[in-house]
């Protein structure tokens, strides 16, 4: 079982939130607040069938507050659209309940699909 945000919390005596792992399938993670609906709606994540998590404006060291988007379940999507949001948002690969691919923009940047 992996934390994706403790290395994250700005300040560990405050209450935090401590995501649960995922078995198999891709996590945003560093979306600027607020701008993780914008992301769902463009990907049209909720007419996909699986477990989907959208987290808004949880603690982040590089961004203040931040969102995050969880989708358990290998899927292929264009994310060229990403930078148009922000440079820093990362893309985990998730296999197994471990990350297996931290992908930063320069490898999405010009990728047509993700296989995830």
Request: aromatic content about 6%; proline content about 4%.
């Amino acid at each position: 079982m992996i934390n994706l945000l403790k290395q994250d919390f700005v300040d560990t005596h405050k209450p935090h939130l401590e995501l649960s792992s995922i078995k198999e399938g891709i996590v945003l993670d560093h979306i600027p607040s607020g701008e993780g609906i914008n992301i769902f709606n463009h990907l049209v994540l909720n007419m996909l069938d699986v477990p989907i998590a959208l987290f808004v404006n949880l603690p982040s060291l590089s961004l203040q507050t931040k969102d995050i988007i969880t989708i358990e379940f290998p899927i292929s999507m264009n994310l060229n659209f990403l930078d148009t949001i922000h440079s820093d948002i990362t893309i985990n690969i998730i296999k197994n309940h471990e990350i297996v691919n931290k992908l930063q923009r320069a490898s999405w940047k010009n990728m047509q699909d993700c296989f995830c």
